[in-house]
């Protein structure tokens, strides 16, 4: 009898003032926007999966590698394209991904304000001492991937191009981005797993160290032999690190280079990147 109470008197309130007093339209919102997230990170996996492919993929490869139903697939694949994320590619019927996402990428790579300026300044040091200027931002917790790049006039050059990724303790660029990006231990320790052992893991937190005191990090052969390369924060005036410089030639060239001055110019280039971020 005093459940029925109850209940009665919940419908009354119910009726009364609008509200659910069973929660319901609190599990109702809350379900609805599991679906929303959910249909979020499918859409997604379909972006990262025509990413990685190496041609276009037809609805039926989609919906298979990407784990999903045909019908959903396809409400998803064709939102994306009414969004201009993906694309039909003249291919048969397959889809890749499409213009405007690989405009939002690249803008994503540009630094803010107009880098025109900043571009000349690159191409002026790059050809000064004949290296190949690149910059770089983290990329996921991992890694670190290349956005801007200035080739030096030199007929035979080392190149890089924007959107290649590397480990994200990799090379001096690596050991810039430990020392001055504020990595927490998970992340070091996450990054450093693939590329060290213990003993390499102190030698590691040693360069790390080295490089926040002395500013800037050098790599003579050791990624890449024959290659060295030397590395450059570039920060905010607040210490938060926007992104890396790297500063790349042959190793033959890198032992008679004026490393001094090549920091010197490298560290006022930084200074003149970093204050197209704080517009």
Request: overall charge neutral; glycine content about 8%; some cysteine.
């Amino acid at each position: 009898m005093a459940k029925k109470q109850i209940k009665a008197a919940e419908n009354d309130s119910t009726a009364e003032t609008g509200a659910d007093l069973s929660g319901s339209s609190d599990r109702a919102d809350s379900g609805e926007q599991q679906v929303k997230v959910a249909s979020v990170a499918k859409a997604i996996s379909i972006l990262r999966l025509l990413g990685d492919a190496q041609f276009p993929l037809t609805m039926t490869e989609i919906a298979r590698d990407a784990g999903l139903t045909p019908s959903s697939c396809h409400d998803l694949v064709s939102t994306l394209v009414q969004i201009g994320l993906v694309q039909q590619s003249s291919v048969g019927k397959c889809y890749e991904l499409g213009a405007r996402l690989v405009r939002i990428a690249r803008s994503s790579m540009t630094p803010r304000g107009d880098f025109s300026s900043v571009q000349r300044q690159m191409n002026l040091i790059a050809d000064k001492y004949d290296v190949n200027i690149s910059l770089f931002k983290r990329f996921g917790h991992h890694s670190y991937i290349s956005t801007q790049v200035s080739e030096g006039s030199a007929p035979i050059r080392i190149r890089i191009s924007p959107g290649q990724v590397f480990p994200l303790l990799q090379g001096a660029v690596g050991l810039c981005f430990a020392a001055f990006g504020k990595l927490t231990p998970a992340e070091l320790q996450g990054a450093g797993s693939a590329l060290t052992t213990s003993g390499r893991q102190k030698k590691l937190d040693h360069e790390i160290e080295q490089t926040a005191q002395r500013g800037w990090a050098a790599d003579r052969g050791r990624m890449q032999p024959g290659v060295g390369t030397i590395a450059v924060p570039v920060r905010r005036p607040d210490g938060v690190l926007v992104s890396v410089m790297e500063l790349v030639t042959f190793q033959n060239k890198f032992d008679q280079a004026p490393i001094e001055a090549i920091i010197q110019d490298a560290q006022a280039l930084a200074e003149q990147i970093a204050s197209l971020e704080r517009s």
